[in-house]
């Protein structure tokens, strides 16, 4: 992967420039992000030239896959000189949606624009190691294991160590609608879902700059396998790409954001009708 995995397009220069403006990183990545859902139709020029370039369709191909949780994770542009990237996250309607999402943090600082789709539900917890120590408001806290997660050399697969068990409390839930954006630095724990079963697609906007190791939790016990990434079909990107757009061009939407009372019963989307729970840990 290069600073130039797309092909050229206008809505990359305008996230170079909102990047490299004043400011704190979070505040321009989130600036970033902003300019993508005020630049739609660039945006969606974008994606079509993907689609109508078979070589870049399948360069890109090769670099994305299935996340765990539910959604196809395409990485569009790198650009190594402003140290950025630009990802596409697309839950697609049918069987691979609404896998659970396990509380996790990110290696990188982000922001996300949401291009279209019902919205996302983000639920943020806070974390206490000792399990045997919540004085107060013990039903609030639920016991995970809690497992450090760091990608192999291969780039392909990611190693889980247990760190022991904790328990975490879900202290922010908050509905974002399309239209909206948002940022998360790396010590932010948190699950991301949709609200519901209708095509979901975000972009995220992020440093290239990593932590050297993430976090992921599992309500479980038990080991966790080393897990491989499922690489997108060849026909699957294209399919995706153009439902984006699709969806873009008959979107009425408007941006929106409400705050929601967590309940920890309620905090993790059930598995579509007819498929088993997940039990794998998010790759992030």
Request: net charge positive; charged share 20%.
């Amino acid at each position: 992967m290069t600073a130039q995995q797309t092909v050229d397009a206008p809505l990359i220069d305008v996230i170079r420039r909102a990047i490299v403006g004043p400011g704190e990183r979070l505040a321009r990545l989130r600036r970033a992000a902003d300019a993508i859902n005020s630049h739609h139709i660039e945006l969606r020029s974008l994606l079509h030239r993907v689609v109508s370039a078979p070589k870049v369709t399948d360069q890109i191909r090769q670099t994305s896959y299935w996340h765990p949780n539910g959604f196809a994770k395409v990485m569009l542009h790198i650009d190594e000189d402003h140290d950025f990237q630009i990802r596409l996250h697309v839950w697609p309607t049918g069987k691979r949606r609404l896998a659970c999402s396990n509380p996790h943090s990110h290696r990188c600082d982000y922001a996300s624009a949401l291009v279209v789709g019902g919205g996302l539900q983000i639920v943020r917890f806070t974390e206490m190691p000792d399990v045997t120590d919540a004085a107060q408001g013990k039903d609030e806290w639920s016991v995970y294991d809690r497992h450090s997660q760091e990608s192999k050399s291969d780039s392909k697969s990611s190693a889980f160590r247990h760190d022991g068990v904790v328990r975490l409390k879900a202290s922010q839930a908050v509905l974002w609608k399309a239209g909206a954006a948002y940022t998360c630095g790396t010590d932010v724990v948190h699950t991301v879902e949709p609200i519901n079963a209708a095509l979901m697609a975000t972009i995220l906007v992020q440093d290239t700059m990593r932590e050297s190791s993430t976090v992921v939790y599992r309500r479980h016990s038990g080991s966790v396998a080393n897990q491989s990434r499922v690489t997108l079909r060849d026909e699957e990107l294209p399919q995706l790409l153009t439902a984006v757009i699709a969806a873009m061009s008959n979107s009425k939407q408007t941006a929106g954001v409400v705050s929601l009372t967590p309940r920890p019963q309620t905090l993790r989307t059930p598995p579509a009708a007819g498929l088993p729970a997940s039990n794998s840990l998010g790759q992030v």
